[in-house]
Every structure is written in C-alpha cells, then in structure tokens.
C-alpha cells in the first residue's frame, strides 16, 4: 500500500525522471544525504533496476578516521493529495441442456494518499568531491567484498524528499458477486422438477495507514565507480553507470529499444514479429521456458494454481522474483522485504519455492542451476513486469482459454500476413473469449482487429515491452496449465 502510494506520487511529479521511490518504510530512516544504496542489475532486459538502502554512509566506507561531514541544503518541496482507484466488472452467462448459469462481478479500489507539505533535502556534491578527494575505499570493507561477488554497484543518496508531519494512506476496496443459477430435470418432454438458486456476496476493506513525520517517500542517486586500488569516482553525468572494476568484461546488455524501433525511429506499424519476438536473449540467458513441460503433472497444476494466485498480489510477486533470482544466482535467500508480507502472502511464496526446491536434483549436479528454476525465474520476471490490469486477466483466465491464447499469439508471431479466423483454436471463435483476448492483449497497448475471417493486430507507438512479457507469461502458465480440467 506504501509502494503503491509512493510510485503514484511518483509518476504525477517526476516521470522518466531520477526519483526513486520508496517501496518500504522500513527503508525510511536509512536514507540521509550521503548514504548507501545498493543498485541491483537485474537479469532480463525490461526489469528496472532494484534498489536495497544499507546501514552505511560513504564515510563508513573510506580509509582513514576522519568522518565525511556532508553539508546539506533543505528547502519547500511540493504538497501533495492524491487519489486513484479503478473499477472492475464481469460477467458471465452459460446454458447447457436444462442448466442456466449466471455469474456476475464487480469490485473497485480506491487509494488515497495525502502525504500534506513534502520538504527536500540536498547534498552538496562539490563540498562532497573536495572532502573526499584524497580519500580510497576500503577494499577490505565487509559490505565491499559482498558486492563484488554479485551484478551490483554502490550509489550515494544525493537528495531525498520527506514528509513534514504525521500523514495517512488508506486504501478501500469493495467487492461484489452475484451467483444465480436454474436447474430443470427434464422427463421426455415435460419438467418434472424446477430449482432456481440466487446469492449474492459483498465484501469490504478499508485499511489506513499513518505516516510519521520526517518519512522519506523518494530519493535519488549518484553511483560510485570503484576501482581495484580503492580509488574511486562519483558519476556526475545523468546516465553515467558505475562500478567495480573487474578483470572480466561485462557482457553488454540489448536494450529493449531495439524490439520496438527502426532507424531510430518509432515504427507505429509495427509487424507481429517486432511485437512477439520468438527469440530475444539477454547476454548468455536465453528465454526458454520449456523445462515447465517437463515437471510432474501434480507439481505443474499446483504451480499453476499458486502462480495465479500470486498474481492477485503485487507484493508476493516481487517478493517470489527476488528469491527465485538469489536461487539461480546461487546466492543466500535474500529475506529482505519479507517484513512486508502478510502471513497467507509468505505461505504462498513459500509453497511455490518449495515446489521448485523438491523437484531439483540431488545428485553430482548440484553446482549447476535447475533448468526448471530458470525457467520458472524468467516466467515470474515477465510477470512481474506486467501492468496490474494485466495481471488481473492473467489471474482469472482458465487453462483452455491460455492454451487458445498462448497459440493465436504464436500462429501473430510467426506471420507477418492477416491471419486466419479459422486457425485459433475452437475457444477463441467465441464471441466472449474473443473479447477477453481483446482485452488481455489492449492491456498492453495491442489491438487485436477481427475483419470477416482474417485477423491482426495493431499497436501504438511505445517503447514498452509488454507484448513481449505477455507473450512469455501466458506461454509459460499455458505449459503449467496443460491437462488440468477447467
């Protein structure tokens, strides 16, 4: 609910900007002028990177025993109040023989944040670069010697923008069904018995949360570039990357620009290929999702199940995809973050871990990372990167209807030609899952156009790589969900 309050704020006053916000109050307190933030660099191009505030100043990190004295400038940011919600419905209609079956939904979501009068602190960089100027990194530093064995680089917190009195967030939620149903028991041709079955359900929520003062709510970064002697630079320039020098080359990493652009310039009409690439791979890390086939029947269908249910949750899902990053890096179970789960969102992060974990082998190959864990790792990252109004589609969607999906989507791909109303499969030719296909694919800024008996689709002009993620996400849930009876 923090998170989301903050990335709302976020996106009104600095978009595509530097801002970072805070996605934990936990982090609060950490983040002073001159402190240090670890930059993570995640594994597959689209994910942006992930940000884990330390106890440690820059002056904790330098040789010597004089103490860094950061000077620091304060000044009357913005006030801010803001509310954002969405309202969502559904329903469904089916009869079959003597049976009628209606089920209809309806919920919103309300969030509002007023955060009151926001001040801004600023560090002096040039004070900074003159204090600092004849002073190494300690290369024996504990915290040094564990970011040099992992993809990640330190960065100063250059200004942060913080609360100025006590202030709330709530969140209300309201949700609606309806079920009506009729069964008639038909003897030739006359009805013998008659039942007709109606309920409705509703359930709220309304949660607030109270801000303290002095909560910082966003911040932004200068990164250090370290060398192996301990010297040290502080990039300056917008978009100047840093790090510790390495005897290795890193491997360059493709922009997703490239998916979407043309001679540098945005193509409006973009081809299924450009919008469904059927290989894209990321340094040494190819997107194969095809070891989740492979797993048992049982351990899929739970996967499956779990995975859906995940989605409902923002939350556990990133938490599920920092963890299962750690696991394929080889690295210890990062629990940080895990504060922020409620105890069913662990239960279900855990369940899903432990499925993984079981089916791992436990033979001579235990250097080597799980094909299935790769997979399931890139799965979840896509899914991380959807849009919540995709997620919300994703959660609900049945097997038959991702496995019709998953192949009009592939037939898209590998054809830059209309195509044919007649290859989707049978499921996708009615008119409802037809229009949820619509939807699930509008989610993500492309539109599925239906003309007599020819398809295509059409997409805006964007830089996104949500096509790409959808594709991978309903690939891999329909690989989870095959055999499972609706």
């Known amino acids: 609910m923090f998170s989301k309050a903050t990335a709302n704020f976020l996106r ?21 002028p001159m402190a240090l933030v670890v930059k993570r660099n995640c594994v597959w191009f689209w994910q942006k990177p992930k940000y884990q505030p330390t106890d440690f100043t820059l002056s904790d990190l330098l040789q010597g025993d004089k103490v860094l004295t950061p000077g620091v400038s304060e000044k009357d940011f913005v006030t801010y109040e803001g509310t954002y919600g969405d309202l969502l419905s559904g329903k469904l209609d089916t009869e079959a023989g003597s049976v009628n079956l209606t089920l209809e939904g309806r919920g919103s979501t309300k969030l509002q944040s007023c955060f009151g009068k926001l001040k801004k602190e600023e560090l002096d960089v040039k004070k900074l670069l003159r204090d600092s100027s004849d002073r190494q990194v300690d290369m024996q530093h504990r ?20 609360t100025t009195s006590s202030c709330n967030v709530t969140q209300k939620k309201k949700e609606q069904c309806s079920f009506g149903g009729m069964l008639g028991l038909m003897l030739g041709s006359s009805v013998k018995v008659c039942v007709k079955e109606s309920n409705n359900i509703e359930a709220n929520s309304n949660v607030s949360l109270e801000i303290p003062s002095g909560t910082v709510i966003a911040y932004s970064i200068l990164e250090l570039e370290i060398k192996k002697n301990g010297q040290f630079d502080i990039c300056l320039q917008p978009g100047t990357i840093g790090g510790f020098e390495s005897d290795s080359t890193m491997l360059s990493m493709p922009s997703h620009d490239s998916l979407d652009m043309m001679d540098g310039k945005c193509n409006g009409k973009k081809s299924p290929e450009t919008v469904f690439p059927s290989v894209v791979q990321n340094g040494s890390q190819e997107m194969d999702l095809s070891p989740l086939a492979e797993l048992s029947q049982p351990t899929r269908h739970a996967l499956f199940k779990e995975l859906q249910d995940t ?14 990053e750690d696991m394929c890096c080889g690295e210890t179970l990062d629990t940080v973050g895990q504060e922020e ?57 049945c097997p038959d209807f ?55 689709i059409k997409t805006g002009c964007t830089k996104e790589v949500h096509p790409l993620v959808l594709r991978l996400s309903t690939h891999g849930l329909s690989l989870l969900s095959k055999g499972l009876k609706k």
């Not at 009104?12 to 002073?32: A, C, M, P, Y």
């Not at 915290?143 to 913080?162: G, S, T, Y």
């Open 143 to 162: 915290l040094v010697k564990q970011m040099q064995k992992r993809a990640e680089l330190l960065a100063v917190v250059k200004d942060r923008i913080f």
């Open 402 to 456: 991702l496995e019709a999906f998953d192949t009009l989507v592939c037939g898209l791909k590998e054809s830059s030609e209309p195509y044919s109303i007649q290859c989707p499969a049978v499921l996708l030719q009615d008119s409802q899952a037809f229009q949820l296909a619509e939807q699930l694919l509008a989610s993500t800024d492309v539109m599925l156009r239906r003309d007599s008996d020819r398809l295509w």
């Open 341 to 397: 789960l409620s105890e069913s969102q662990s239960k279900l992060v855990i369940a899903i871990v432990n499925q993984l974990c079981i089916n791992s082998p436990t033979e001579d190959s235990l250097c080597a990372i799980p094909a299935h864990l790769n997979a399931a790792h890139l799965l979840v990252s896509a899914m991380e990167a959807l849009p919540d109004e995709t997620l919300s589609f994703l959660s609900e969607s």
């Open 12 to 32: 009104q006053i600095d978009t595509e900007g530097s801002l970072i916000h805070v996605s934990r109050i936990n982090d609060s307190h950490k983040l002073v």
């Open 311 to 324: 989605l409902k949750d923002r939350t556990a899902l990133s938490y599920l995809q920092c963890l299962l």
